[in-house]
């Protein structure tokens, strides 16, 4: 078994901008290999322990053990043997001089303490569909107002944050111009993630399939107000909620404005349950993303990058799910943003001494070049 050996911090630069730290370590183990892996392993540890103590934060052990640890030699950016010796034993001792990229590990190490501190609500972009409605529904512009008005009402008042009115309008200028419903999704899911919205919220109605009636002092409204919401990053629809909705007035107007309100407000409850569920998931074990590799076929050279890539802090899971013709298809599950993904791609790319590029990338799927 090996043994750690500390050594000295020469210069550990927290909190002053800069972007590395020197420290000397001392590793020991059975091979001279496996004396310089638990060196560069030491010094990532004496950085974690001087930054964790530094700003009083917390991450769970074994994720601290699992991926920061074990990746150490990523976050080393260049390194010299001072002093290396065999011992008693057989085994061997290296010390070595480190350069610790700090900028890296501690972006690694608050992301996985960013859940401890606060998940969040997530941000919703809402938007009306004219999808399957009549002509006449659309006469009555007000009603749809109060539908959108009872739906952003209720996100937040449960504090959710809503992207401005202006902007969803627009979106739902756009959403009009087609009638694929596919097409709808992906354009929905495009124009969240444009304004930084993690969900899309479309919402609509049928009057056919509705009732108006008059009574002697007024009218009576029933109808059923739909709503669809879109995980953006995936272009995935996470629910489709339908209620039935009733209103009163003395005109036929009015019945269907109170009718919007109290439909817009109601179909956020069924719809939230959802997507807390949804979200707290995504947060705590990742979404699911695919990434091409084109120029990867070699069994061995996949089974590398599959093994680097799972330790990168933000990744939970990654598998390969198809290779043959020169490309090779990954699936993980990833706890963070997409321009996260592509860095941690490039960094796992990097470290096997490869040279990629991104050939494209939309929704949750990337692909790249391998050159």
């Known amino acids: 078994m090996k043994k750690i050996l500390w050594g000295t911090i020469i210069c550990l630069l927290l909190g002053t901008g800069i972007a590395f730290a020197e420290i000397v370590s001392t590793g020991e183990g059975l091979s001279k290999e496996a ?8 010094a990532v540890e004496q950085y974690y322990g001087s930054y964790i103590s530094s700003n009083t934060l917390v991450v769970d052990s074994q994720l601290k053990e699992d991926k920061i640890f074990s990746h150490s030699k990523g976050y080393i950016t260049k390194y010299e043997i001072i002093k290396e010796s065999k011992n ?46 009549g002509t ?21 008042d449960r504090q959710y944050r809503v992207v401005d009115k202006t902007s969803s309008e627009k979106f739902a200028k756009q959403l009009a111009e087609t009638h694929d419903i596919n097409e709808k999704q992906n354009k929905a899911a495009a124009y969240g993630l444009k304004f930084n919205a993690e969900y899309t919220l479309l919402y609509s109605f049928s009057v056919k399939s509705g009732k108006v009636s008059r009574r002697q002092d007024g009218f009576d409204v029933v109808l059923p107000v739909k709503a669809k919401l879109i995980d953006n990053s995936r272009a995935q629809v996470i629910t489709n909620k339908t209620i039935e909705v009733k209103g009163d007035g003395q005109t036929a107007e009015s019945a269907l404005e109170r009718a919007g309100r109290t439909g817009g407000k109601e179909i956020i409850a ?76 490039l960094r796992a790319a990097k470290e096997l001494g490869w040279n990629i590029t991104k050939v494209r990338a939309e929704d949750a799927r990337s692909s790249w070049k391998k050159m």
Do not use: C
């Not at 004396?35 to 030491?42: E, T, V």
């Not at 501690?106 to 606060?118: C, E, F, G, N, Y």
């Not at 959802?274 to 050279?301: C, F, I, R, S």
């Open 35 to 42: 004396a310089l892996a638990g060196a560069m392993r030491s």
């Open 88 to 133: 008693d034993g057989n085994t061997y001792s290296v010390t070595i001089s480190a350069t610790v990229d700090n900028k890296q590990i501690k972006d690694d190490i608050d992301a996985l303490t960013i859940l401890r501190k606060v998940i969040g609500n997530p941000r919703i972009l809402v938007a009306f569909s004219q999808e399957g409605e």
């Open 136 to 156: 006449q529904a659309l006469k009555n512009k007000n009603f749809v107002e109060e539908i959108n008005n009872g739906i952003e009402e209720a996100l937040t």
């Open 270 to 345: 069924p719809i939230l349950e959802v997507l807390h569920k949804n979200w707290v998931d995504m947060q705590q074990n990742g979404a699911l993303y695919t990434v091409v590799l084109d120029g990867l076929n070699d069994p061995e050279e996949i089974a590398r990058f599959t093994d680097l890539f799972e330790k990168f802090p933000l990744v939970n899971t990654a598998k390969e799910v198809e290779s043959g013709g020169g490309k090779t298809t990954f699936e993980a599950t990833y706890k963070g943003k997409r321009d996260q993904l592509d860095r941690d791609v």
